[in-house]
């Protein structure tokens, strides 16, 4: 069988999650071959062919609409956009120039290490895609997301677009040799891989293009798909249209089930989290939840290409644990579907570092947990460093007082060289709505004690709960500029009322007198009730970014939510210190002004 990733999704390294369900197989002696779709996807799109051929049929499209007599609105939309990328002659000369050249700088050490090429090879790269994205309006692809308008659209909107030409970038990369080189293999059964919203339709599109090649059954699943489980279980319709089955929960515990069901050496009904058709009714086995992360099988990256990746070396995610030992923030949706908090040994997860370093030869780690406790944090430190383990790694975490001077050295000593701090807001009126349940006074003090350890700070920030006033917005966007001393990098975020967050339990506690979903497939709700506007909120938001920016544009990574494994190469390498002193001298062909129209925030 085939697991198949598809995009559109980061792609500066392999998502772990094929891996480690390939892990989990091999120890009943079953495997599965694990197919990234995703590098595949960008590393086709940007070549110099590709972008000529995006650039003639934007411009085509461009002189066609230029053409009419009259336009609706949409088209009217479309002109204008067309317009304004294609009026960019620099960026479009840049490309042509330079996107090879660009592409080599993320994947050849000695380039990806000089700053002013790295961050050229960002702008390129980025404009890049927006001139191809010119010739699927209006689907935007970039390297941390897809954007198009069908995604708030609903059933019928997504699977009408699945089969588009013209707007969907995927269908033209399956058409071009992806498919072939899935169907040659002969699978018993293909599993389909969505982590985000980003890769629904692309999840779509693959499905169709397969079932004209092959009978063999398709089962879609990932983190998204799981979230959406209700939403989707409503359209029977899915299946067969979208897939041929979908399994929700956590893939460790269904995975051997699910393939020993494809074998005919299982049923349905014991499949955790099976959603199938039966008796023309939509029929779901329940789901149930890891516990025991102490038996999960160790990753397996055979035949994993890490050059194909866009980073210099690679750095791949560890999970320590699922869902959260807090898990009470009114406004995170972390805990949806992982209710049963549970942890790996310490032990097993220092092992499992040993096993990758030695077999993969992989030194750094994105811990993915959504966040690890100080007491774990202190015993897992502790094993590294009398391990002698030699790797590093980034870590989230509440900003809570167990974080000591002490702990915050020692996780240095064992490779820690940055934190994702959660700060939200200064209010203590809105703290104690958002039930963040930390010490509010002794946020500073720690983020002090990390920054002097050499640890780097990564601080996100919120405006907008409900009910919050532009006074308490703005107290927090002081906060940011009365600490840059501590604070290295940070992302100011508004609010957004997630459909599974603990919220939407009471949500008149909160102010909220109605909301509704965004779209039927978006995890989002749109909602109306006390507090700043939209339009305060973004106000507040694009005020921060210029005045932040002012200060910081020349910064290395200032704002930024996805770029965190070229951020611990560069801390491992050159250390907190030297990206604090750092400034770009633009020495490599770009500006300040197109380094800060980076949107590394998304």
């Not at 050249?101 to 990806?112: G, I, N, Q, R, W």
């Not at 009408?160 to 018993?188: E, H, M, W």
């Not at 349940?437 to 002794?442: A, L, R, T, W």
Request: charged letters at 25%.
């Amino acid at each position: 069988g085939l697991f198949v990733f598809v995009p559109q999704w980061y792609p500066g390294n392999p998502y772990a999650a094929g891996a480690k369900l390939r892990g989990e197989l091999r120890k009943t002696g079953l495997d599965i071959e694990v197919v990234d779709l995703n590098i595949e996807f960008y590393n086709h799109i940007l070549t110099p062919e590709f972008l000529n051929d995006s650039l003639k049929a934007a411009r085509r499209e461009a002189e066609t609409l230029v053409g009419r007599a009259s336009l609706t609105a949409n088209e009217e939309k479309k002109r204008a956009y067309l317009s304004h990328v294609l009026g960019n002659e620099n960026a479009i000369s840049r490309a042509n120039k330079h996107l090879s050249e660009a592409v080599s700088v993320f994947k050849t050490k000695e380039k990806f290490f000089d700053p002013e090429k790295l961050m050229a090879a960002k702008v390129i790269i980025n404009e890049t895609l927006e001139l191809i994205s010119a010739a699927y309006y209006p689907g935007i692809i970039s390297f941390s997301n897809y954007a198009h308008p069908v995604l708030r659209g609903d059933f019928s909107a997504i699977d009408s677009a699945s089969v588009d030409k013209k707007t969907n970038v995927f269908f033209d990369f399956y058409q071009s040799g992806a498919i072939d080189r899935l169907c040659c293999q002969s699978p018993d059964y293909i599993l389909i891989s969505a982590a985000d919203y980003t890769q629904l339709l692309s999840a779509v599109t693959l499905y169709k293009l397969l079932k004209q090649r092959t009978s063999a059954p398709v089962i879609l699943g990932g983190n998204i798909i799981t979230k959406l489980s209700a939403r989707l279980c409503r359209h029977p319709e899915i299946f067969g249209a979208w897939c041929d089955y979908l399994c929700f929960g956590d893939g460790e515990k269904s995975i051997t089930d699910l393939v020993l069901f494809m074998q005919g050496k299982r049923t349905a009904s014991e499949v955790s989290g099976l959603a199938r058709i039966e008796s023309g009714a939509v029929k779901v086995t329940p789901y149930i939840l890891s516990t025991d992360l102490s038996a999960q099988g160790l990753p397996c990256f055979e035949q994993t290409d890490f050059s194909s990746y866009f980073s210099a070396e690679p750095v791949v995610t560890l999970q320590l644990s699922k869902g959260c030992y807090w898990g009470k923030c009114a406004f995170c949706d972390v805990s949806y579907s992982r209710a049963a908090y549970a942890v790996k040994p310490p032990e097993n997860a220092v092992r499992e570092i040993e096993f990758l370093r030695d077999t993969y030869g992989i030194h750094h780690f994105l811990i993915c947990d959504d966040s690890v406790s100080p007491t774990y944090h202190q015993k897992f430190s502790q094993l590294l460093i009398e391990r002698n383990c030699n790797v590093y790694f980034f870590s989230m975490a509440r900003l809570e007082t167990g974080f000591s001077e002490t702990l915050l050295e020692h996780m240095y000593r064992a490779g820690c060289r940055m934190i994702f701090w959660g700060y939200e807001a200064e209010s203590p009126r809105i703290m104690a709505a958002l039930n963040k349940g930390i010490d509010c006074s002794e946020r500073l003090n720690i983020l002090r004690r990390a920054h002097d350890s050499g640890i780097w700070n990564h601080v996100s920030f919120m405006i907008g709960f409900p009910g919050e006033t532009k006074k308490e917005a703005l107290t927090t966007v002081e906060t940011v500029f009365n600490n840059l001393d501590i604070i290295d990098s940070c992302y100011l975020t508004k609010f957004s009322f997630k459909a599974n967050a603990r919220i939407g339990i009471a949500p008149e506690s909160y102010g909220i007198s109605s909301y509704r979903p965004a779209g039927e497939f978006l995890l989002d709700n749109r909602y109306d009730g006390e507090g700043l506007t939209f339009e305060e909120k973004k106000e507040i938001s694009d005020a921060f970014r210029r005045r932040y920016l002012s200060i910081r544009g020349d910064r290395l990574w200032p704002l930024m939510c996805t770029d965190f494994e070229h951020h611990l190469l560069y801390l491992s390498k050159y250390g907190a210190q030297y990206l604090r002193n750092y400034r770009l001298r633009f020495s490599e062909g770009v500006s300040r002004a197109e380094i800060e129209k980076m949107d590394l925030t998304l």
